[in-house]
């Protein structure tokens, strides 16, 4: 999966005379400032604790739907970039009736998203749940219900 993302560098200068200059400057990633840029000091100050951050992952089950079925959850939060590929397996097996919600924003910036399946009880043993994100390095998360 890939997602275009724009990086942009916002520089202020005022020049008000021929001996009086400021700067200011910001960046942007699309509509979201991420640096501020201070001329007097020559500092960039990072807004957000993020640049490239690593999912979490954990798992909830509830009962349904309907009669002897178990809805099992993989919560997968606090990523950055938007991109993620979450499915539940069994083995090396993707399990197709994996339902993945959408990609939602945390109030920081990074992201959370649910996917889940439904299956019988006592048929969830060696499900897992396995999440790839730009930040693992190839280095998915799998975690066994
Ligand atoms: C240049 O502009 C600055 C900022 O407006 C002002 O404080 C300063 O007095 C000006 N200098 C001259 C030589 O006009």
């Known amino acids: 999966q890939q997602e275009n993302l724009s990086f942009h560098i916002l520089h202020i200068a ?20 991420v640096h501020v840029w201070d001329s007097v000091t020559g500092t960039i100050r990072f807004l957000k604790p ?15 739907p309907g009669h002897d079925h178990l809805r099992l959850a ?5 990523f950055y970039p938007k991109p993620v590929w979450v499915m539940w397996v069994m083995g090396e097996q993707e399990q197709k009736g994996t339902q993945r919600g959408d990609t939602l924003p945390n109030a920081d910036g990074t992201w959370y998203l649910r996917a889940t399946l439904d299956v019988e009880a006592g048929k ?15 280095r998915d998360i799998v975690l066994y219900w």
């Open 50 to 64: 993020w640049s490239q951050v690593k999912p979490e992952a954990w798992l909830s089950s509830s009962p349904g």
């Open 124 to 138: 969830a043993a060696g499900l897992a749940c396995q999440v790839k994100h730009s930040s693992l390095g190839g």
């Open 14 to 33: 005022s020049f008000a005379n021929h001996s009086w200059a400021h700067a200011e400057g910001s960046g942007w990633l699309g509509e979201l400032q």
């Open 74 to 78: 993989c919560h997968v939060s606090g």
